[in-house]
């Protein structure tokens, strides 16, 4: 008897294989962060010793007799300097990781000479994007808390207001700190060589969002630069949440411009991946490092 | 038949092997220009945040509580100064770790070992270059910086340049110690991440370390390169030192000989017993 077979294809991508190959890459990407033990102590240690250089600095600024600590506290309205700058440096911190992680996901895998063949499995492609950012979340998430852990042990540090307006802000920030992320995948991998992209976008985070002080000390064209930016809003509405005592209403001008900016750099995210996964299947460029 | 070595190592051949590996990596790093780029601005960038937080605590201008600790009120020029000594530091300490750590990756680490050339050499070498274009970034980085924010040594510039000698000489002797870590534990980043990031702080490459808390003050006593950053901002900054210059500069050059001698026993230590385990060419 002749068995007949139908012509289908090996792969029938579907919601369900998607989700199992999303999960396969969540499951990777924890397997070699868990491969590294050094990461795991830099999770403990990089919270502290950050943000501490410019608490000491901060400290030495304050003067023996506090002259200096009064000055600041009326400049900014914040009576714990140390607070005030670990919100600044930890949202510096997020996105910097993220440049990396994130941001950084396909050229790895380029550069291991991997992404080739990952492309031709027959998977929604932008699900190598979003399993990286599932550990990343994790481990973003471990990294808040501990410095919160941290800097409530060692220094002291208490919130002043409502930690779950606090999370809310940082819950609101994720699409615009990962939207970026995808953005800068796309860039990178066309771009190959991209260190210097990653230091000018975390420079100008350092430089324009008031990390360590308050935006309004800027010359004007600086404050301008700063509204365009999403983790001036991030900060400030960290800021406002954990110390300040602020309501959702006083928070609402934050949180608005932050789901306005994660509208934006989601959809160009994604844009961008898609004009790359277009492009490098034009020109072959996929496989070139 | 007399028979010879291939290889007849002198003095010469020494110095022209120093200069290949200098050529060498000054080509690589020109070929980069970005990076280039990157090593004037990462500093600017970097000491930005503390320009306008020491906004935040001045009053016309004026850091008086940063005086109180110091001895003078012009905090960026204090943290300019410690950023250009903190850029040789970064040379020449974590830099022979981190040159070797490329070669092993790049797989040319066991090649390089088994050339006549002294692997000392081999390390004192790779700085070369990099001391020259630290040098170039860190001017014209002072150049750009005395724009921005302003940048005003009054002081003695040769005693200043003196004095910072001993103390980079002496940073040879941690370097071939750290490099010899990096040959047994074949990881730098987060090592060198996180220690250069704790000895310059708790050095006072950014603020005075009389305002570290107490408990932190003894640590910071114990590296010599405290003295190194107060001595040098003494003499350009006319600063409050923690003890007399010449007793800083005095500790500085025993750091000197001691710190070669012993990163040198430690490096040679090493290596060998990487040898004789054959790690050598692993990463």
């Known amino acids: 008897m002749e068995a007949t077979l139908s012509p289908q294809s090996l792969g029938r991508p579907g919601f369900i294989s998607d989700l199992r190959a999303f999960w396969a890459i969540v499951r990777r990407e924890w397997t070699i962060f868990k491969r590294y033990p050094s990461w795991i102590i830099a999770l403990f240690i990089w919270p502290l010793i950050f943000p501490m250089m410019y608490i000491l600095t901060a400290r030495a600024l304050s003067g023996i007799d506090g002259s200096g600590l009064a000055v600041f506290t009326k400049t900014t309205g914040a009576s714990n300097f140390i607070g005030y700058i670990v919100v600044g440096t930890t949202v510096w911190m997020w996105q910097n990781i993220v440049l990396w992680d994130v941001g950084f996901a396909l050229r790895n895998e380029q550069m291991r000479g991997t992404l080739e063949s990952n492309w031709l499995s027959p998977t929604w492609r932008f699900s190598y994007l979003l399993g990286h950012t599932g550990p990343q979340l994790i481990t973003m998430t471990m990294f808040i808390l501990i410095t919160a852990l941290e800097f409530g042990l060692f220094f002291g540090v208490r919130f002043n207001g409502s930690p779950w307006l606090a999370l809310l802000v940082m819950l609101v920030s994720v699409p615009a700190i990962y939207g970026l992320g995808f953005a800068f995948a796309s860039i990178v991998i066309t771009a190959k060589e991209a260190h210097t992209f990653v230091f000018l976008v975390r420079g100008l985070v350092m430089i324009f969002c008031g990390i360590t002080f308050p935006v309004s000390l800027l010359p004007g064209w600086m404050q301008t630069i700063a509204t365009w930016m999403p983790q001036t809003y991030m900060i400030h509405g960290m800021r406002a949440a954990a110390f300040a005592n602020a309501s959702f209403a006083d928070l609402w001008p934050d949180l608005r411009a932050l789901l306005l900016f994660g509208v934006f750099w989601l959809t160009l995210g994604y844009l961008l991946f898609r004009w790359m996964e277009r492009r490098a299947r034009r020109t072959g460029a996929i496989g070139q490092y | ?283």
């Open chain 2, 1 to 283: 038949m007399e028979t010879i070595t291939l290889s007849q190592p002198s003095f010469a051949t020494q110095l022209r092997a120093l200069f290949t590996i200098a050529k060498k990596d000054w080509k690589v790093f020109w070929r980069y220009p970005l990076n280039a780029v990157s090593h004037v601005l990462q500093p600017i960038i970097w000491v930005t945040p503390v320009y306008f937080m020491g906004k935040a605590f001045s009053t016309n201008g004026q850091a008086l509580g940063f005086a109180q600790y110091s001895g003078t009120s012009d905090y960026m020029s204090y943290v300019l100064l410690g950023t250009a000594l903190s850029n040789f530091i970064l040379t020449v300490f974590w830099g022979m770790g981190f040159a070797l750590k490329e070669d092993m990756d790049a797989g040319v680490l066991e090649s390089n070992w088994l050339t006549p050339v002294s692997r000392i050499h081999i390390l004192v070498g790779r700085t070369l270059t990099s001391l020259l274009t630290t040098t170039i970034t860190s001017i014209i980085m002072l150049v750009l910086a005395a724009a921005l924010f302003g940048f005003r040594p009054t002081g003695n510039i040769i005693a200043a340049v003196l004095t910072a000698i001993p103390m980079l000489v002496g940073l040879y002797g941690f370097g071939f110690a750290f490099a010899g870590i990096v040959l047994m534990m074949r990881e730098a980043n987060t090592m060198v991440d996180v220690s250069s990031f704790l000895v310059q702080g708790f050095s006072g490459a950014n603020f005075p370390v009389k305002s570290l808390p107490y408990w932190l003050i003894p640590v910071s006593l114990m590296l010599p390169l405290t003295y190194g950053f107060d001595a040098v901002r003494g003499w350009l900054l006319k600063t409050n030192t923690l003890l007399p210059l010449n007793a800083e500069v005095t500790i500085l050059v025993i750091f000197m000989f001691v710190m070669l001698w012993f990163g040198s026993w430690i490096f040679h230590r090493v290596e060998r017993k990487v040898r004789r385990l054959g790690t050598l060419g692993q990463h």
